[in-house]
């Protein structure tokens, strides 16, 4: 066998290092269809994640809308009803300010597709309700196997909110701290991830 040149091996190692690449970047595929799918969204405010969210969640029917936000005030009452009009018909929506593990649990299996919008807004709801700091990533574990154990989609919006400048005080560090760790644990977990710039998806995994 005559020897490989130079060339030639660099070449051939290039071959597979582009083929390990590929496969290390490869999203996760289900084995079947009754499988369960965790796509999640997260990016900036106005980023375009809830639209590209919805977009996704249309795929498959019947689908369902589980929105974090409550109308505390005049102006997030407009803004929910605003989110409501542009989802248009054919959504199941509820309105789910804590409890996202067990609505899964309960009543997932009941749709094809599932839209959470936002876990940001959730977390916030969390700590209102006085769960402790030390506690949220254990909800988040127990939301994310909820997801696993229901067959289909489930596509999940959050913010992201490590890129701007450090919070001034101690429970706005400790916020975005959470969050980070949150959408980690979720980002960890999906079968696809997109970060959202002005509208326009990037696919991370």
């Not at 509820?94 to 309960?106: H, K, N, S």
Request: hydrophobic letters at 40%; glycine letters at 6%.
């Amino acid at each position: 066998m005559p020897p490989v040149s130079q060339s030639a091996s660099r070449s051939l190692a290039n071959t597979v290092s582009r083929r390990e690449k590929a496969a290390h970047f490869r999203p996760k595929q289900r084995k079947n269809p009754s499988e369960s799918k965790l796509i999640f969204v997260f990016g900036g405010a106005r980023s375009g994640k809830s639209t590209f969210a919805l977009q996704r969640g249309k795929a498959q029917s019947p689908r369902a809308f589980l929105a974090t936000a409550e109308p505390l005030d005049s102006e997030m009452a407009l803004r929910i009803q605003k989110h409501k009009r542009s989802r248009g018909r054919g959504w199941a929506t509820f309105e789910i300010p804590t409890q996202l593990a067990e609505w899964v649990t309960a009543d997932g299996g009941s749709y094809s597709s599932v839209v959470v919008d936002c876990l940001t807004l959730w977390l916030n709801n969390l700590l209102r309700d006085r769960v402790r700091p030390a506690q949220v990533l254990t909800h988040v574990k127990k939301f994310l196997k909820a997801i696993r154990v229901c067959h289909g989609q489930v596509v999940v919006v959050s913010n992201e909110l490590g890129l701007g400048l450090v919070p001034g005080d101690a429970a706005s560090r400790q916020f975005r701290d959470l969050a980070g760790r949150m959408n980690q644990l979720v980002a960890a977990e999906a079968d696809e991830v997109y970060f959202l710039l002005s509208g326009l998806p990037l696919r991370l995994k």
